[in-house]
């Protein structure tokens, strides 16, 4: 084909400068700077897009309630689902899967897309991917087969800014992939008013290889992979170049702290679940959720809703990006952080683990991938409902050196 | 889950109501009426988006040039891909075929997404259902394993009209997925400015269930399964409700004929290509696209530069949905209709069969679906290029009584 352009190649060649010829050394890899690809010092991808990130969601009870017709449906026709696939509509399981046709193998899949939450385009690519994936992760699927890629091109970009920022984000997007061993074929590019960015994940594979997040007994412990705070951070981030939002929270907060948290919080996004979900098969996990967009106890509680023993989570500690807990609650009662309801972009995965294995689990976590994971609850006889205490025990996490 | 509520049961019963409780008697199903859902008369889904259906593709030269970086990864890299998948995003092929790890099976799929071009919230549904699948149709796969829904809700709905429309849109969706013989497990909505609609489409199949649209020969001749004309009459219908635009093509155009001709788009918008596509291995066909975004001469060009024989398309016919030629014309070059440009959706499939099975495979399609399909051109030697003759015949399609 002989879309040759001139300007995309240049793009292409910045891309290839910020990451230092090599698009997995991430340390050496330069911030996005506008200036050096020709854009306006002011140039910023958050504000092609009025919502952040997985707060873009349709609040859960909404959904829950838009999706109702499908699911009654659903529960009275096919039976052809086994009956941990209850289809659920955005709601529910992390991924479908659905018997296939070929003796013995499941078709797993997911899908996710949302607005831009941090400024550097290629990390964002990151952050999609590693937010797609982690629905399988949080199955316990480690290998994916394909990914699509779906990209909202904001009406508001000129051309010369979407010629750089698309192409830096679809080579955040891919790279990711290539991380997680699996490419990108396909995808869908649609002009909308707002940037948008996500994909598909799918994985074939035997019923072994997924885990299904149902069993949790009492006794388990529940174990977090990612601390907490994301949106809070790129928010305060954002907030650097807005005085009247800046003076709420510079009292608690210095601008080195808003800018390591950001680092940490971009850092923390764009790391895939996929150690965290092999080690859930090598520790017996009983289930798992990630933490996205209905924030840490929305999910809790999800998952909570689906274990077929009576069971209850409740969470005694929260893990937070180092100084967000403080800028959360000098915006009053805002993001709902230490509620649980703070929404939360390509999160940690929320494991229930036999009470024996937890330390080990996070542990071994820690030894390969040199993050921490931390015990933040545990499960009691219950409802199937979930919860946090009265005064959780705030952890703080600091950014790493 | 306890997500009930009166409203959404509400809708539902509507809904049900409209499909005279058969929700596969389209027929019997009374046009979406915005007052019987205590909406106001004025309520119109379309004016939820800016852009319409396929036209919010970004412009193919554009996004070759966007995709570029990415596509001279993969060329350089993975050699797991067939000869004929060379990935591409949004361009290229209709679906992604990726090999699988598991004995000879290999992963079709395929993802769209839009915005309102109907005003019919369920028509809506089915209509983006149905250019969803015909991606995979167009590859001459005629089972779907499953697919996954993509809903955009617009922030400027009010909660009455989200909580009529959505149920509408999504149970549409998933009844046209019913005819296809396949489900919808899964998907993703998000709140966004534009109401947007989509889905996700895969199949897991033999190598020998697709069919590499690659193998044109001189001689072969092109059949187009669906009339054009899609996006001008969705145009003119909504002119209707507008005297400035109305008044530049009511001297070639009546009510009346509008109306009949959004009748006959929307017929044809939601009527999957499945027989279409499964005749296509009884007739021996050598390629196929669908008509979407890109026009009917973007798509023959595209497939046409595909080929591996040194062969052109030429396309001397244009069957049109009655009127909308004259419409096109009344409004200047605005649509680019006889040029071959105006993007449709969920357009026919466009297919090179052997001279001699072309007439056989039209009158087959007709007699199983009752809906004609035309030979609108020839494939000879040439540089893998598409065109139209100067004067095109145009042939006015009926709406059906």
């Not at 040199?370 to 952890?395: C, F, L, M, S």
Request: hydrophobic share 40%.
């Amino acid at each position: 084909m002989s879309y040759q352009s001139s300007v995309a190649q240049d793009s292409l060649a910045a891309a290839q400068l910020e990451m230092a010829g090599n698009p997995n050394a991430l340390a050496l890899r330069r911030p996005f700077d506008p200036v050096a690809h020709d854009l306006e010092a002011s140039f910023r991808l958050t504000r092609f897009a009025d919502l952040k990130g997985r707060s873009c969601k349709v609040p859960q009870d909404v959904l829950g309630k838009l999706v109702e017709s499908l699911q009654q449906d659903y529960s009275q026709q096919d039976d052809q689902f086994m009956h941990v696939a209850i289809p659920r509509i955005g709601i529910g399981l992390d991924c479908s899967v659905t018997p296939l046709r070929h003796g013995g193998l499941c078709l797993v899949q997911t899908t996710d897309f949302f607005y831009p939450l941090v400024d550097d385009p290629y990390m964002m690519g990151k952050i999609a991917c590693a937010n797609v994936l982690s629905d399988l992760y949080a199955m316990g699927v480690t290998e994916c087969d394909n990914m699509l890629m779906l990209l909202g091109v904001s009406t508001k970009m000129t051309e010369k800014e979407r010629d750089v920022v698309i192409p830096l984000i679809m080579r955040g997007f891919k790279d990711s992939a290539l991380e997680a061993g699996t490419s990108v074929t396909g995808g869908q590019t649609v002009i909308n008013p707002w940037c948008a960015i996500g994909g598909v994940a799918t994985t074939i594979c035997q019923p072994n290889e997924y885990i299904v997040p149902d069993n949790a007994v009492m006794g388990d412990v529940l174990v977090l992979t990612k601390p907490l705070g994301t949106q809070v951070a790129v928010n305060a981030h954002q907030w650097l170049d807005q005085p009247e939002r800046w003076n709420r929270i510079k009292l608690v907060v210095s601008e080195e702290d808003v800018r390591k948290a950001y680092h940490r919080a971009m850092d923390s996004m764009s790391r895939l679940n996929r150690i965290a979900a092999r080690l859930m098969h090598k520790y017996n996990a009983h289930g798992s959720t990630d933490v996205t967009g209905f924030g840490l106890l929305g999910h809790a509680q999800n998952l909570a809703s689906h274990q077929k023993n009576e069971v209850s989570f409740v969470i005694h500690n929260l893990p937070v990006i180092a100084k967000m807990a403080a800028v959360a609650k000098a915006c009053g009662n805002m993001f709902q952080l230490l509620q649980g309801h703070a929404p939360e972009t390509s999160g940690g995965l929320l494991i229930c683990l036999p009470r024996e294995q937890a330390a080990a689990y996070c542990k071994d976590i820690e030894k390969q991938e040199g993050y921490q994971a931390w015990i933040i609850g545990i499960v009691e006889k219950g409802n199937r409902t979930a919860r946090i205490i009265d005064k959780p025990r705030v952890i703080e996490v600091p950014a790493k050196d």
